[in-house]
């Protein structure tokens, strides 16, 4: 079970947009900067969003982030076939001194 | 170019050691805190632990408290994760990570390739 709730999967069809969700508590997002990570199947994790809401050089405008409160989100949109990967959210967690990922989320572009 | 190159990953036995290396390059290693972050097969990822830059300060996930030790050399710009005690459930494919300078706000850039860890029989 993870400290980050992520749904399992999401789906769209190109062109369209997408919203991935990352749900924690005041521990973890409430309190700490968000990142998110795009994942190809065999390959290493890259860093998507930073701070929450930042794009590292090189990663499109399409992926923006955001946060309320305790949760967090990822907007994908103008989907394109090769979006298709898992997403992970991660943050830091105080009461747990220690980093902490959602369980990923799977997209398909239909 | 940041690089990671992660070694030390192989076959071990239940109850057995393993050390694994990262070697850095293209950054100045001591500015930024490190961490091991694992994916055991067909699961997700699974932060294991950090270091600060300085290497003072190092925090583990709970699973692996009392069995792990992560560790830097920064003259040799170099990261280690010492795990003893191996259970099935630490078979992962571990990373190497730059994380941000500050050892709170998680940074994870860039990844290492990942050094494959089975533990068993």
């Known amino acids: 079970q993870s400290v980050l709730a992520q749904p399992p999967s999401v789906s769209a069809a190109p062109g369209q947009n997408v919203t991935i969700s990352c749900s924690g508590s005041g521990s973890n997002i409430g309190g700490n900067y968000v990142s998110w990570y795009q994942q190809f199947p065999g390959t290493a994790p890259k860093l998507l969003i930073y701070d929450t809401n930042k794009r590292p050089s090189g990663i499109p405008d399409r992926f923006s982030g955001s946060k309320s409160g305790t949760s967090a989100t990822l907007d994908i949109t103008g989907l394109q076939s090769g979006d298709e990967a898992d997403y992970y959210c991660g943050t830091w967690d105080h009461s747990l001194s220690g980093a902490v990922f959602g369980g990923g989320t799977k997209l398909t572009v239909l | 170019e940041v690089q990671l190159l992660e070694s030390g990953g192989g076959l071990v036995q239940p109850g057995g050691s393993l050390r694994l290396s990262c070697a850095a390059s293209g950054f100045r290693f001591s500015s930024y805190a490190m961490s091991w972050v694992r994916q055991a097969p067909g699961k997700g990822l699974d932060w294991v632990a950090a ?18 030790t992560i560790s830097r050399d920064n003259s040799k710009n170099t990261l280690y994760l010492q795990m003893h005690s191996l259970r099935a459930e630490d078979t992962a494919v571990y990373y190497c990570v730059k994380d941000s300078p500050a050892i709170a706000v998680v940074r994870f850039d860039p990844w290492g390739q990942g050094t494959l860890v089975s533990v068993a029989s």
């Open chain 2, 51 to 68: 270091i600060s830059g300085a290497g003072g300060g190092t925090y583990y996930t709970a699973s692996v408290k009392g069995r792990f």
